[in-house]
């Protein structure tokens, strides 16, 4: 066969989609350490769409989500399809479409004094906005429970003495809330505290 016929024919299969996967995400029975070839096969999927960094999507490739199942974050969208073969997203399996909830999941609870408590370790640029255990929305800590600790002075705009903060707790990298006037609320973090002044 003339070689110019077999290159025709070989970039005609790549255009119309035959190179294309399937990757199959399911958040009940997949597994991370499986690869990306094991993960083209829907007995053997993913267990998060965050898996999905460690491959290069290509026009006409398919990221199937299994139905029923929870996906705690989000999936990011990094690589873009054709006009005439999209990558697409989609579903398999039966049951209610599964749920992307663009939360993370916060582990390590413990009890402490009746109450449970875990330590954020997420992106501290993306502060907590809405708590959930399960379905019910939490209510998130604060301190002081109600109104706000008064600044007792200030040595500068970012530097400032508050006595109501004084004790063991250390609030670097902790968001705080600055009242500077009446009608302002200013956000912004703890970059360093010292507990004993």
Same mark, same amino acid.
């Given at each position: 066969?003339?070689? =110019?016929?077999?290159?025709?024919?070989?970039?005609?299969?790549?255009?119309?989609? #035959? !190179?294309? *996967?399937? @990757?199959?995400?399911?958040?009940? /029975?997949?597994?991370?350490?499986?690869?990306?070839?094991?993960?083209?096969?829907?007995?053997?999927?993913?267990?998060?769409?965050?898996?999905?960094?460690?491959? %290069?999507?290509?026009?006409?490739?398919?990221?199937?989500?299994?139905?029923?199942?929870?996906?705690?974050?989000?999936?990011? #969208?990094?690589?873009?399809?054709?006009? =005439? /073969?999209?990558? %697409?997203?989609? %579903? @398999?399996?039966?049951?209610?479409?599964?749920?992307?909830? =663009? *939360?993370?999941?916060?582990?390590?609870?413990?009890?402490?004094?009746?109450?449970?408590? *875990?330590?954020?370790?997420?992106?501290?640029?993306?502060?907590?906005?809405?708590?959930?255990?399960?379905?019910?929305?939490?209510?998130?800590?604060?301190?002081?429970? /109600?109104?706000?600790?008064?600044?007792?002075?200030? #040595?500068?705009?970012?530097? !400032?003495?508050?006595?109501?903060?004084?004790?063991?707790?250390?609030?670097?990298?902790?968001?705080?809330?600055?009242?500077?006037?009446?009608?302002?609320?200013?956000?912004?973090?703890?970059?360093?505290?010292?507990?004993?002044?």
């Amino acid at each position: 066969m003339n070689r =110019g016929i077999c290159a025709g024919i070989i970039a005609l299969l790549a255009v119309s989609g #035959v !190179f294309s *996967a399937t @990757y199959y995400i399911s958040s009940s /029975s997949g597994d991370d350490g499986r690869t990306a070839a094991q993960a083209q096969n829907q007995s053997t999927p993913w267990q998060t769409p965050g898996k999905l960094s460690t491959v %290069t999507l290509v026009p006409g490739d398919q990221v199937l989500l299994k139905r029923g199942d929870t996906f705690p974050g989000g999936i990011v #969208v990094n690589q873009s399809g054709s006009a =005439g /073969s999209p990558i %697409t997203y989609g %579903t @398999y399996g039966s049951g209610n479409r599964p749920i992307v909830t =663009g *939360a993370a999941a916060i582990s390590g609870w413990q009890q402490e004094s009746g109450r449970y408590v *875990a330590t954020y370790t997420g992106d501290a640029a993306k502060p907590i906005e809405q708590l959930f255990s399960g379905t019910t929305a939490l209510t998130n800590a604060r301190f002081p429970n /109600s109104g706000y600790s008064a600044i007792d002075s200030a #040595v500068s705009r970012s530097e !400032f003495f508050c006595n109501g903060l004084i004790g063991p707790t250390d609030w670097s990298g902790a968001a705080i809330h600055i009242r500077s006037e009446r009608w302002s609320l200013d956000a912004r973090m703890i970059a360093a505290f010292d507990r004993a002044t």
